[in-house]
């Protein structure tokens, strides 16, 4: 203020303590210089603790200033710096805060730097209880001023000059009365020297009429602070003078934040979260809000969009928020979910190239102006009488995630800088909801992607059996769980079936899972009994517990799990079973009788009791029901197993029912609160080969082996109407059996099986494992296999307690 200007306390001032906004003074090199009581209740050091280091103390490195020195070189080349940061506390807890970096300037142009601080966790709770509240902390125009102890200005920002009219150069050297001559300059002193006595905060409010505009009456609140020193003395006192004139909208808007702070996020959904905003801004600020998401955002899929990254290219919008003091919004050209036009000569546009806001006070859809490029936007202006235009980016962790746009149509008052500002902190908010909703959706998507990925896409039962399955995970957020299931075609048309239930739930469930599916696909290739392949697998289990138990960083993601494997013949109609801990299958024969075979328990797996499984071979007539499942579709809090598997029975003993309508059936009548556990049913109804599908010879183990079989093979071949395969299956047969002659010492079974695909097995008493190897130019043998490989699809071999069994697989 001048020497002509007045100033008068509110005769209802409000002086009060203020802990939550935290004060600290830095030197143009990054080093505290003065410090505050709130900054040592917000992060727990005192004076001597900070004072004359430096301020990485407190301030973690980030992506934006990985060091202090960064971060006073980008508060000198925005001069200042604010928005949400973190900060680190005494215990190494980090804080996130809302944070204001202002630049002082001293005598002869020596600069220091006022960092102002708001716990972000205070500011929903009490954003209207006062006018140093983050919101106009880090956003509103203030004007500070330092003094030494003899209340001299040592210090002050630009912004104080137009909060009271004085400029840097009278102000600075000079006391409050020297300053402002007829300024009642001993209250302000008496309330300074308090400050300085006590070491407290005070906050005062005054009127004042600058000579510039006597007739406007201006309120001003005033924040003093100590600041201390190394030795925690009060080295001077630092005031924060904000503009309150305006104190009703002022209210209102702190009201609009406290409500965002309750109403925003309460939703992981990003078209809710959206439209939350644009009806929060609805009439409060605007008369017509839009919000448009980045079209990746709402499905967590694709690349995110780096804020300055979009080039010639611009991101595309989909709407996702809609409101209007108009019923229905009639103003937006597009609806809820539609794609949304940007013009590349718009200021949209030029908010999605630079990420910075777009205040058109003034809106003029005048020709030559870029509504001529837009003309959908251009009607909507004219018909709807739009004259004043907000965008603002929606951004978080330096991503964009879209726009929101905010029109005056009914409000003849144009938007102002205060509006900007009110606009950004309320996109800012939504944004840090519609970042962490992104996160989620994302982390579905790929927990769905995973799960698909990890469980079969579809059921190749073959010639053994018909296949059908449900699943429903505990964790129906996410879609993931540990159960798992499988249908894997083995050779000689038989065919494994598995279930397993890895302990837990959700993603790391899911990881151990697909391990150990992985595990059992691969054990199921070598023709293991089941007793042998849980031994295995067993092994795998215990070995990637120790694994995740090393990596103490890491959640585990197997901590053990239950399996039942089975494998059925066609041929013999013979299932050999056996189980790790996991429920029995329930079995349901033609005439509708429900069994629950006593197999051998077994242990989990991973448990590491070292006891053995055991295999139980039974017959099962064709178009007998096979259920597997886990202990989810069975047991409840309210019921036990027992209970649960005669329930079972009940509902799969439905005749007349295909193997969909009971999975749905089952999944459907299992009573089942809250889940608490996943469910996994597997159900297969088992077919066989007749006797005109399969034959088989004994052959002598001899020379006249070869020819035999060459010859039963294409006079077998023939009455199948296969003469096509006569010549590929012959060289296989002849490899086979040649090799079978060569290594083993009794007769030879040859087996042909025509199903799927054509098979072709040679059984010899040599438990001798074969193995595909490439011969050299001067070799004269090791070519048979070779050679059976590049004319089958696939070909292996699987011992028998007489043997092996080499086998080969051709396409019809």
């Not at 980030?62 to 960064?70: G, K, N, W």
């Not at 995110?304 to 919004?329: D, K, N």
């Amino acid at each position: 203020m001048t020497s002509t200007g007045k100033t008068a306390f509110s005769a209802h001032a409000n002086t009060c303590e203020v802990t939550d906004s935290a004060i600290a003074m830095l030197d143009d090199h990054g080093t505290v210089v003065g410090w505050t009581q709130a900054a040592e209740n917000l992060v727990g050091y005192s004076p001597r603790d900070v004072v004359g280091r430096s301020a990485a103390l407190v301030v973690p490195p980030s992506e934006e200033a990985p060091t202090i020195s960064a971060y006073v070189e980008r508060c000198r080349s925005q001069g200042g710096w604010s928005g949400t940061s973190a900060v680190r506390d005494r215990d190494g807890r980090i804080l996130h805060i809302s944070r204001r970096v202002s630049m002082l300037r001293g005598p002869d142009g020596a600069v220091r730097w006022l960092v102002s601080v708001t716990d972000v966790g205070t500011v929903g709770r009490d954003a209207a209880s006062g006018p140093m509240r983050e919101s106009l902390l880090t956003r509103a125009p203030i004007g500070i001023v330092v003094r030494d102890r003899q209340l001299r200005c040592t210090w002050v920002n630009d912004t104080m000059q137009h909060h009271d009219g004085i400029s840097r150069e009278r102000r600075l050297g000079r006391g409050p009365l020297d300053a402002q001559p007829g300024f009642d300059a001993e209250t302000i002193e008496e309330v300074m020297r308090q400050v300085l006595q006590s070491g407290t905060t005070r906050v005062q409010e005054y009127r004042a009429w600058l000579p510039t505009s006597p007739r406007r009456e201006r309120v001003l609140a005033v924040s003093f602070f100590c600041l201390k020193d190394a030795d925690d003395q009060a080295l001077g006192v630092c005031t924060i003078s904000v503009d309150v004139s305006d104190n009703r909208q002022a209210r209102e808007r702190l009201a609009i934040l406290s409500e965002a702070g309750t109403r925003l996020g309460g939703t992981l959904d990003v078209m809710q979260t959206s439209q939350e905003l644009a009806d929060l801004a609805v009439p409060l600020l605007a008369d017509y809000v839009a919000v448009d998401l980045e079209h990746s955002v709402p499905f967590g899929e694709g690349p995110s969009v780096s804020i300055g990254s979009t080039g010639e290219r611009l991101p595309q919008l989909r709407r996702a928020g809609l409101a209007s003091v108009r019923q229905g919004a009639p103003e937006s050209p597009w609806a809820h979910g539609e794609p949304v036009s940007v013009p590349p000569a718009s200021p949209f546009a030029h908010v999605l190239r630079t990420g910075r806001a777009h205040l058109e006070s003034v809106l003029d859809p005048a020709p030559g102006t870029w509504t001529d490029h837009d003309p959908a936007r251009a009607q909507k202006i004219h018909e709807y009488g739009m004259h004043s235009l907000m965008i603002v980016p929606i951004r978080a962790r330096r991503t964009l995630l879209g726009v929101a746009l905010f029109i005056r149509t009914e409000n003849p008052v144009p938007f102002h800088e205060s509006d900007l500002l009110l606009a950004e902190e309320l996109v800012s908010r939504a944004a840090l909801s519609l970042d962490n909703a992104r996160q989620y959706a994302r982390q579905h998507a790929a927990a769905l992607a995973l799960q698909r990925t990890l469980l079969p896409r579809g059921l190749r039962g073959g010639a053994a059996v018909e296949a059908a399955s449900r699943y429903l995970p505990a964790d129906m957020e996410h879609g993931v769980g540990g159960d798992w299931f499988d249908v894997i075609p083995l050779s000689g048309a038989r065919v494994a079936l598995v279930v397993g239930d890895v302990v837990g739930h959700g993603i790391n469930a899911a990881a151990g899972m697909g391990r150990l599916r992985t595990a059992v696909r691969t054990l199921a290739d070598l023709e293991l009994p089941p007793d042998e392949l849980l031994t295995h697998l067993d092994d795998t289990v215990q070995r990637l517990i120790e694994e995740d138990t090393e990596a103490a960083d890491q959640t585990p993601a197997i901590a053990g799990a239950t399996c039942l494997y089975a494998v059925y013949d066609p041929l013999t109609r013979r299932c050999t079973m056996a189980r790790a801990g996991h429920p029995p299958p329930a079995i349901v024969d033609p005439h509708g009788r429900v069994t629950f075979p006593d197999l051998p328990p077994g242990t989990p797996l991973g448990v590491g009791l070292g006891n053995c499984f055991e295999s139980v071979e039974m017959e099962l007539p064709e178009g007998s029901l096979l259920a597997m499942y886990t202990d989810g579709l069975i047991e409840t809090r309210d019921q036990d197993l027992e209970e649960g598997m005669r329930h079972l029975g009940t509902v799969l003993a439905q005749p007349g029912h295909s193997l969909e309508d009971l999975c749905r059936l089952t999944t459907e009548s299992c009573p089942r609160q809250a889940p608490c556990d996943d469910v996994t049913l597997l159900l297969v109804r088992t077919r066989s080969l007749g006797s005109t599908q399969v034959t088989s010879w004994t052959l002598p183990n001899d020379q006249t082996a070869v020819h035999s079989a060459r010859d039963l093979t294409a006079r077998q071949l023939t009455r199948w109407g296969l003469e096509g395969l006569q010549d590929p299956t012959k060289l296989i047969v002849s490899e086979l059996v040649t090799n079978a002659v060569r290594h083993s010492t009794g007769p030879i079974m040859l087996r042909l099986i025509q199903h799927e695909v054509l098979t072709c097995e040679v059984a010899d008493n040599d438990a001798f494992s074969p193995h595909l190897r490439r011969a050299r130019t001067t070799d004269e043998n090791g070519r048979g296999l070779f050679l059976v490989a590049q004319l089958s699809r696939r070909w292996g071999y699987r011992p028998i307690p007489e043997g092996k069994v080499v086998w080969a697989e051709q396409d019809l």
